[in-house]
Structure formats: structure tokens, C-alpha cells
């Protein structure tokens, strides 16, 4: 089985502009979470898709948004970019089942540098 | 109170000597727990997650949680400087059913040949 792949991989932008982050998970898995990896402050989740609806939203401000597609990808958009929203963001999959063995897979992560 | 606690280290062990990581958490209802290893610049990789009190043991890595004590931990065997990397602990609460997991800051174990 493939994956969860991300993509791009690099992304360089400057303040105030906008920017889409893509994530395709393993396939079958219909859960799509995204989290935030910074030095200072770990891995901070954002938020979790399934079935192309948010489930659960972690304490970002709205200018962090997504979604998700019928065939269980997501995207995820940053509006008016920050010098601070530089970081390396990272989905997840899983079944997004209520079972306890029900498991995260991560992506290789988008890496967003802000200038 | 952070909700995941682990000491940052980093914890220097020589090669083939064995390595305890340590992790606590606050919440008690939760009720899955997973040990992620993460490279410098890599994205977490899954090494084992564990839901029942006691040890769990695959190849050089064995997980122990106690839920009286609110604490896991893994052990790594004949560590090898391969191993020397950031480890994360990872707890997860089944609520409602949405799949939200919190992640300690981590541990970065260094292995020294």
C-alpha cells in the first residue's frame, strides 16, 4: 500500500500572502488530520477531517482552515501568512474508526518557510 | 499541567546498551498510546502502540504502560547509533470518535558507538 503523501514538499512565501497544502492518505483510510511541528512548541494538531467533515478543531485561529474530498483527500490554506507560521505541517491518516487500535500514519510533511 | 510530559533529553546511551524513555499523562480517560520516532527533518514514523497495562515487545523495542500510574514508556535494546533520533509519545482519548492525538514534546536519544 502507498502512503500518506503531501505535497509540496517546500514552500517559500512571504507575509500576507496565502498558501494550500495537499495531503492524499493511505487508501481505505477516511480520517485526515493535520498538526503543526514548530521547535519551540511540538507538534500542535490543527485539525481532523472524515468524510469530507471536520470532526475536531484544535486552538489556531481561523485563518487556518481545510477540507476534505470525496476520495478522502484534504487540503489545508493558511489566509494573510505570519512570519510565526513558519513550520513543518504534517497529516495524518487512519480509518477514523472509535477503535483504540485505529492508528495515525504521517506524511512526509510540507516544510513552509514564510520571508 | 501539560497534558503529555516527557524530559527532553537529550539521553545519552553508548551502542548496546539499553534506553528508557519515559512519558506521563494527565488524562486518564484516555485510552491508546503510541511511541513515534522522528529523524532530524523526517516526519514521525510509527515504532509501537500499546492499549493494555504491561509490556509489549517487538524486536529490540518493548512498550510498558501503567494506567494506575498514568505512564509508558519504551525500552530499546542493543541500542545502535541508528536509534539516535527524537521520540515522541503519543496519547490518544477516544471521544465521540474523532481521532485527536496529543504528543509529548519529546525525547531525543543519542547513541554513541
Known amino acids: 500500500k502507498a502512503g500518506v503523501t503531501q505535497t509540496p514538499r517546500y514552500l517559500i512565501k512571504t507575509r500576507g ?3 494550500t497544502l495537499s495531503c492524499s492518505p493511505i487508501s481505505g483510510h477516511r480520517s485526515v488530520s493535520w498538526y503543526q511541528q514548530t521547535p519551540g512548541q511540538g507538534l500542535q ?3 481532523e477531517y472524515f468524510s469530507e467533515t471536520q470532526r475536531n478543531k484544535g ?3 481561523g485563518r487556518f482552515s481545510g477540507r476534505q474530498f470525496s476520495n478522502s483527500r484534504s487540503e489545508m490554506n493558511v489566509s494573510t501568512l505570519e512570519l510565526g507560521d513558519s513550520a513543518l505541517y504534517l ?3 487512519s480509518l477514523g474508526t472509535d477503535r483504540a487500535v485505529d492508528t495515525q500514519y504521517f506524511g512526509p510533511g510540507t516544510r513552509l518557510t514564510v520571508l | 499541567q501539560k497534558e503529555v510530559e516527557q524530559n527532553s533529553g537529550p539521553l545519552s ?3 548496546g546498551a539499553i534506553a528508557s524513555l519515559n512519558c506521563t499523562y494527565s488524562d486518564r480517560g484516555s485510552q491508546s498510546f503510541f511511541w513515534y520516532r522522528q529523524y532530524s527533518g ?3 514514523e510509527l515504532i509501537m502502540s500499546i492499549y493494555s497495562n504491561g509490556d ?3 524486536g529490540r523495542f518493548t512498550a510498558q504502560l501503567n ?3 498514568q505512564y509508558v514508556s519504551l525500552l530499546i535494546r542493543d541500542s545502535q547509533p541508528s536509534d539516535s533520533a527524537t521520540y515522541l509519545c503519543a496519547v490518544k482519548r477516544m471521544n465521540t470518535g474523532f481521532q485527536k492525538l496529543v504528543f509529548g514534546t519529546g525525547t531525543r536519544l543519542l547513541v554513541s558507538p
Do not use: M, R
Open chain 2, 13 to 15: 546511551v553508548p551502542e
Open chain 1, 59 to 61: 486552538n489556531f485561529p
Open chain 2, 42 to 44: 523526517k516526519s514521525p
Open chain 2, 56 to 58: 509489549k515487545e517487538d
Open chain 2, 67 to 69: 494506567k494506575a500510574s
Open chain 1, 17 to 19: 500572502q496565502q498558501v
Open chain 1, 91 to 93: 497529516c495524518a491518516s
Open chain 1, 45 to 47: 494538531f490543527l485539525f
